[in-house]
């Protein structure tokens, strides 16, 4: 009878090369890609018809739930005169019975006995060291965790993913990430379906140590299998920009937000920065925008500027404008009106660059305010304003810089001449 305990320890933070140090390393070690285990002695495993007899209605009252009458029955069997292979198997029941009861030390007990008794299956003998080796992982025993697990791999021909991550969770529960790692990612590789807590382990232990080109295939595998967990397309984002690789940051992130993954508010934000950072502003404004109005981004004056820029970079005036719109009156700021009287002046709007410029002047602590009366003064002079023109200029000149001077009267030059005078 075989007893499955799978003791998990869940870890959450979100295979190096062993350096072949095989050759000092026994051939049975688990970490050898060579590895040969050692034939257990076989010996007589059989029951007399008593002791058959007992066990069958023992394993009556086990299945049956009556746990204190099959523990009876067992303890009665010591009295008998029964062979080592039969006392081993009735050590083995009891150890069944005391997990159901959560007597983990007297579990333990009886576990350690059949294995000292050395005469079950291979199988059984196995199972049991496994056993034995989960209950001292359970009491968080991780030293005799390991030496009992290095007993169950001296035998174990194809040793389970499980027994490897066992291991492995010890070393770390000792303060050994790195006599860790090999463990877990063995474990990983041989897991018949993957195990997210133990990806998770492995990657933390990778991340935590720089090793960032292993961390990458291990957050793939997660990504992978998880794509709707956007933790993993972040830390993939930001495994690369360790490693100084945007473009595959951004990457990953864009094929998370393919995936509908990408939900938050702040990493969509990041995604536009970067974006913007690769220079590829068009695809960081219609992120922006989009978001804006699904109500993924807020609405805030943060990520309009955000937006503002985007939408300039792209040299989509019109899109810059209209945001511009929108900031403007928030904020009140001269600059801003400032911006879109000079994106007028690149679709040659006049009308709309004495606007933006009349606006700006409103503002009492504009910057440079010569600089827009210049401006302002080319706008009127294309609309024959000459008069305008030429006193936005002269205003200019009074109150801006040198260069402003120099420029507005080279401009008040040319309007004299334009209009014949």
């Known amino acids: 009878m075989n007893l ?80 080592k292979y039969e006392r081993a198997v009735v050590y083995q029941f009891m150890g069944f019975i005391f997990v159901q009861q959560d007597k983990i030390d007297d579990a333990i007990k009886v576990f350690k006995q059949v294995v000292d008794l050395n005469v079950l299956s291979n199988s059984q003998h196995q199972s049991t060291q496994f056993n034995l ?31 490897y991550i066992m291991t492995g969770i010890a070393y770390f529960q000792k ?14 590789e041989k897991a018949t379906k993957p195990k997210e807590t133990w990806l998770q382990l492995e990657l933390a232990i990778l991340f935590i140590n720089k090793r960032y080109e292993e961390a990458i295939d291990v957050v793939k595998k997660l990504s992978t299998y998880w794509p709707e967990k956007e933790k993993y397309w972040e830390t993939m984002a930001g495994t690369y920009m360790e ?11 864009n094929l998370g937000y393919k995936n509908d993954a990408i939900s938050k508010a702040e990493t969509l934000e990041n995604l536009a920065r970067l974006n913007l950072y690769l220079e590829i502003p068009y695809q960081a404004a ?20 955000l937006l503002l820029g985007a939408w300039t970079a792209a040299r989509e005036f019109n899109k810059a404008i209209e945001v511009i719109d929108v900031l403007a009156p928030i904020t009140g700021e001269g600059k801003l009106y400032i911006q ?57 000149m009074e109150i801006g810089t040198e260069t402003n001077k120099k420029n507005a009267e080279a401009w008040i030059d040319y309007v004299a001449d334009r209009r014949g005078s």
Do not use: C
């Open 340 to 396: 879109k009287a000079m994106l007028l002046n690149e679709n040659g709007d006049w009308e709309g660059v004495q606007d933006a410029t009349a606006k700006a002047l409103t503002d009492e602590e504009l910057e440079n305010p010569g600089d827009v009366y210049i401006l302002r003064g080319m706008a009127e002079t294309e609309l024959g304003n000459y008069d305008e023109a030429i006193e936005s200029f002269t205003q200019a």
């Open 286 to 305: 219609t992120l922006i925008e989009k978001n804006i109005q699904e109500g993924n981004i807020e609405n805030s004056e943060k990520n309009l500027r």
């Open 133 to 163: 080796a989960s209950l001292y992982g359970s009491q968080e025993k991780w030293d005799l965790a390991i030496e009992t697990l290095m007993k169950f791999y001296m035998f174990e021909k194809e040793p389970v993913s499980e027994s």
């Open 4 to 83: 499955h305990l799978k003791v998990f320890f869940i870890f959450f933070i979100g295979f190096s090369a062993i350096a072949d140090a095989a050759s000092n390393l026994p051939l049975h070690h688990p970490l050898r890609a060579d590895r040969v285990a050692v034939e257990r002695p076989n010996s007589s495993r059989q029951f007399s018809y008593n002791v058959e007899k007992k066990f069958q209605g023992i394993s009556d009252r086990f299945g049956s739930g009556d746990l204190d009458g099959a523990m009876q029955s067992l303890e009665s069997m010591m009295d008998w005169n029964i062979s």
């Open 243 to 253: 490693m100084q690789k945007d473009a595959d940051a951004l990457a990953a992130l």
């Open 175 to 188: 303060g050994q990430p790195l006599e860790a790692l090999p463990y877990i990612h063995i474990a990983n």
